[in-house]
Protein backbone atom coordinates (compact mmCIF):
# COMPACT_ATOMS: atom_id res chain seq x y z
CA UNK A 1 0.00 0.00 0.00
CA UNK A 2 1.32 3.21 -0.65
CA UNK A 3 1.47 5.73 2.39
CA UNK A 4 3.76 8.22 4.53
CA UNK A 5 6.17 6.40 6.90
CA UNK A 6 7.55 8.91 10.01
CA UNK A 7 9.63 6.99 12.07
CA UNK A 8 10.49 6.93 15.04
CA UNK A 9 6.40 6.57 16.58
CA UNK A 10 8.40 8.40 19.97
CA UNK A 11 11.38 10.27 20.29
CA UNK A 12 13.26 11.72 23.54
CA UNK A 13 15.60 14.83 22.90
CA UNK A 14 18.11 15.59 25.63
CA UNK A 15 18.93 19.28 26.56
CA UNK A 16 21.59 20.61 23.59
CA UNK A 17 20.76 17.59 21.01
CA UNK A 18 19.51 17.54 17.59
CA UNK A 19 17.25 15.08 16.55
CA UNK A 20 16.21 14.19 13.07
CA UNK A 21 12.88 13.28 12.62
CA UNK A 22 12.07 10.72 9.23
CA UNK A 23 9.58 10.74 6.55
CA UNK A 24 9.34 8.76 3.53
CA UNK A 25 6.70 8.53 1.28
CA UNK A 26 5.89 6.18 -1.94
CA UNK A 27 3.22 7.84 -3.17
CA UNK A 28 5.43 9.35 -5.89
CA UNK A 29 3.98 12.91 -4.77
CA UNK A 30 6.52 15.67 -5.50
CA UNK A 31 5.82 18.47 -2.66
CA UNK A 32 6.09 17.28 1.00
CA UNK A 33 5.31 19.21 4.35
CA UNK A 34 6.48 19.46 8.24
CA UNK A 35 4.10 20.42 10.73
CA UNK A 36 3.86 20.79 14.14
CA UNK A 37 0.76 20.13 16.19
CA UNK A 38 0.44 21.31 19.74
CA UNK A 39 -2.75 20.94 21.78
CA UNK A 40 -5.66 22.69 20.99
CA UNK A 41 -4.19 24.45 18.50
CA UNK A 42 -4.08 23.65 14.24
CA UNK A 43 -1.46 22.53 12.64
CA UNK A 44 1.50 25.09 12.20
CA UNK A 45 3.80 24.74 9.12
CA UNK A 46 7.47 24.36 9.46
CA UNK A 47 8.84 23.61 5.92
CA UNK A 48 7.59 22.86 2.55
CA UNK A 49 9.07 21.13 -0.15
CA UNK A 50 8.02 21.16 -3.87
CA UNK A 51 10.65 19.74 -4.99
CA UNK A 52 14.12 17.94 -4.81
CA UNK A 53 16.80 19.99 -3.46
CA UNK A 54 14.58 22.86 -2.65
CA UNK A 55 12.63 23.79 -0.16
CA UNK A 56 10.84 26.58 1.77
CA UNK A 57 10.57 27.84 5.36
CA UNK A 58 6.97 27.90 7.00
CA UNK A 59 4.99 30.07 9.64
CA UNK A 60 7.42 28.39 12.32
CA UNK A 61 11.12 27.25 10.78
CA UNK A 62 13.26 28.83 13.57
CA UNK A 63 15.13 26.22 15.36
CA UNK A 64 14.31 23.15 12.45
CA UNK A 65 16.03 22.14 9.41
CA UNK A 66 15.34 19.97 6.91
CA UNK A 67 16.64 18.53 3.68
CA UNK A 68 15.18 16.65 0.20
CA UNK A 69 17.79 15.18 -1.45
CA UNK A 70 15.48 12.44 -2.66
CA UNK A 71 11.99 12.16 -3.52
CA UNK A 72 10.44 10.11 -1.26
CA UNK A 73 12.31 11.38 1.42
CA UNK A 74 12.21 14.69 3.64
CA UNK A 75 13.99 14.19 7.06
CA UNK A 76 13.37 17.39 9.89
CA UNK A 77 16.26 18.02 12.55
CA UNK A 78 15.12 19.45 15.63
CA UNK A 79 18.02 21.40 16.63
CA UNK A 80 19.21 22.79 20.21
CA UNK A 81 18.10 26.08 19.06
CA UNK A 82 14.27 25.01 19.47
CA UNK A 83 13.32 25.90 22.65
CA UNK A 84 10.23 24.27 22.96
CA UNK A 85 10.03 20.92 21.06
CA UNK A 86 8.10 18.79 22.80
CA UNK A 87 4.92 18.65 20.34
CA UNK A 88 3.42 16.17 17.98
CA UNK A 89 5.36 16.54 14.31
CA UNK A 90 3.12 15.60 11.14
CA UNK A 91 4.69 14.81 7.77
CA UNK A 92 2.24 15.67 4.82
CA UNK A 93 3.05 15.03 0.78
CA UNK A 94 0.46 16.10 -1.78
CA UNK A 95 0.44 15.70 -6.01
CA UNK A 96 1.70 19.48 -7.43
CA UNK A 97 -1.27 20.93 -7.43
CA UNK A 98 -3.01 23.54 -5.12
CA UNK A 99 -6.63 21.76 -5.38
CA UNK A 100 -5.48 18.51 -4.05
CA UNK A 101 -5.52 17.45 -0.61
CA UNK A 102 -2.97 16.46 1.65
CA UNK A 103 -1.64 12.72 2.40
CA UNK A 104 -0.21 12.48 6.42
CA UNK A 105 1.97 10.06 8.55
CA UNK A 106 1.17 8.55 11.97
CA UNK A 107 3.05 11.33 13.40
CA UNK A 108 6.09 11.96 15.87
CA UNK A 109 5.77 12.78 19.31
CA UNK A 110 8.66 14.22 20.37
CA UNK A 111 9.45 15.22 24.41
CA UNK A 112 12.01 16.12 26.73
CA UNK A 113 13.93 14.51 29.06
CA UNK B 1 -4.52 37.13 5.62
CA UNK B 2 -7.01 34.06 5.31
CA UNK B 3 -8.29 32.22 8.66
CA UNK B 4 -10.11 29.37 9.72
CA UNK B 5 -12.64 29.65 12.22
CA UNK B 6 -13.73 26.45 14.03
CA UNK B 7 -16.85 27.86 16.52
CA UNK B 8 -16.88 25.16 18.73
CA UNK B 9 -13.69 23.31 20.45
CA UNK B 10 -15.67 20.25 21.65
CA UNK B 11 -18.53 18.74 20.80
CA UNK B 12 -20.67 16.43 23.37
CA UNK B 13 -23.69 14.32 21.23
CA UNK B 14 -25.17 10.88 21.71
CA UNK B 15 -25.14 8.48 19.53
CA UNK B 16 -27.08 7.79 16.64
CA UNK B 17 -27.79 11.67 16.81
CA UNK B 18 -26.81 13.97 13.90
CA UNK B 19 -24.12 16.61 14.36
CA UNK B 20 -22.78 19.58 13.00
CA UNK B 21 -19.30 20.95 13.39
CA UNK B 22 -18.88 24.21 12.25
CA UNK B 23 -16.39 25.81 9.45
CA UNK B 24 -16.06 29.84 8.69
CA UNK B 25 -13.04 30.81 6.69
CA UNK B 26 -11.80 34.15 5.50
CA UNK B 27 -9.99 34.91 2.41
CA UNK B 28 -10.03 36.93 -0.35
CA UNK B 29 -9.13 34.32 -3.46
CA UNK B 30 -10.36 31.56 -4.27
CA UNK B 31 -10.54 28.75 -1.85
CA UNK B 32 -10.45 25.13 -1.69
CA UNK B 33 -11.84 23.13 1.21
CA UNK B 34 -11.19 19.99 2.91
CA UNK B 35 -12.11 18.41 6.28
CA UNK B 36 -9.75 16.11 7.76
CA UNK B 37 -10.57 13.61 10.89
CA UNK B 38 -7.71 12.60 13.33
CA UNK B 39 -7.50 9.91 15.52
CA UNK B 40 -5.63 9.35 18.79
CA UNK B 41 -1.93 9.73 18.05
CA UNK B 42 -2.24 9.21 14.47
CA UNK B 43 -1.87 11.48 10.92
CA UNK B 44 -4.90 13.43 9.63
CA UNK B 45 -7.51 11.36 7.37
CA UNK B 46 -9.55 13.19 5.08
CA UNK B 47 -12.80 12.99 5.27
CA UNK B 48 -14.06 15.13 1.83
CA UNK B 49 -13.08 18.41 -0.28
CA UNK B 50 -14.83 21.14 -2.15
CA UNK B 51 -12.99 21.97 -5.23
CA UNK B 52 -16.12 23.39 -7.38
CA UNK B 53 -18.98 22.46 -8.72
CA UNK B 54 -21.77 20.81 -6.24
CA UNK B 55 -21.72 22.46 -2.92
CA UNK B 56 -22.90 19.52 -1.40
CA UNK B 57 -19.90 17.41 -0.73
CA UNK B 58 -20.05 13.70 0.47
CA UNK B 59 -17.16 12.14 1.85
CA UNK B 60 -16.27 8.63 3.93
CA UNK B 61 -17.55 7.23 6.57
CA UNK B 62 -21.20 9.08 5.82
CA UNK B 63 -20.14 12.45 6.26
CA UNK B 64 -21.11 15.40 4.08
CA UNK B 65 -20.40 19.19 4.19
CA UNK B 66 -22.23 22.28 2.47
CA UNK B 67 -19.79 25.12 1.14
CA UNK B 68 -22.06 28.54 1.20
CA UNK B 69 -19.68 31.16 -0.09
CA UNK B 70 -21.68 34.11 0.96
CA UNK B 71 -21.40 33.24 4.28
CA UNK B 72 -17.93 31.70 3.82
CA UNK B 73 -19.10 28.55 6.03
CA UNK B 74 -18.08 24.86 5.15
CA UNK B 75 -19.91 22.83 8.03
CA UNK B 76 -19.63 19.08 8.66
CA UNK B 77 -22.79 17.07 9.23
CA UNK B 78 -23.49 13.61 10.21
CA UNK B 79 -27.38 12.56 10.34
CA UNK B 80 -26.64 9.93 12.82
CA UNK B 81 -23.39 9.46 14.37
CA UNK B 82 -21.44 6.16 15.93
CA UNK B 83 -18.87 5.43 18.56
CA UNK B 84 -16.28 5.07 16.57
CA UNK B 85 -16.18 8.89 15.14
CA UNK B 86 -15.10 10.21 18.24
CA UNK B 87 -12.37 12.01 17.24
CA UNK B 88 -10.64 15.48 15.75
CA UNK B 89 -11.75 17.38 13.29
CA UNK B 90 -10.14 19.74 11.46
CA UNK B 91 -11.28 22.35 8.70
CA UNK B 92 -8.66 23.60 5.99
CA UNK B 93 -8.53 26.00 3.49
CA UNK B 94 -5.89 26.17 0.60
CA UNK B 95 -5.04 28.73 -1.25
CA UNK B 96 -1.48 27.69 -2.80
CA UNK B 97 1.47 25.14 -2.41
CA UNK B 98 2.13 26.71 0.77
CA UNK B 99 -0.90 27.82 1.93
CA UNK B 100 -2.96 25.42 3.66
CA UNK B 101 -4.40 26.86 7.16
CA UNK B 102 -5.85 24.31 9.73
CA UNK B 103 -8.21 25.66 11.93
CA UNK B 104 -7.70 24.79 15.83
CA UNK B 105 -10.06 21.70 15.32
CA UNK B 106 -13.11 20.64 17.13
CA UNK B 107 -13.12 17.60 19.49
CA UNK B 108 -16.42 15.25 18.91
CA UNK B 109 -17.21 13.34 21.51
CA UNK B 110 -19.93 10.62 20.68
CA UNK B 111 -21.48 9.28 24.29
CA UNK B 112 -23.29 5.79 24.40
Known amino acids: DGGITQSPKYLFRKEGQNVTLSCEQN?????MYWYRQDPGQGLRLIYY???????QKGDIAEGYSVSREKKESFPLTVTSAQKNPTAFYLC????????????FGDGTRLSIL | AQSVTQLDSQVPVFEEAPVELRCNYS??????LFWYVQYPNQGLQLLLK??????LVKGINGFEAEFNKSQTSFHLRKPSVHISDTAEYFC??????????FGPGTSLSVIP
Open chain 1, 92 to 103: ASSIGQINQPQH
Open chain 1, 27 to 31: LNHDA
Open chain 1, 49 to 55: SQIVNDF
Open chain 2, 27 to 32: SSVSVY
Open chain 2, 50 to 55: YLSGST
Open chain 2, 92 to 101: AVRTSYDKVI
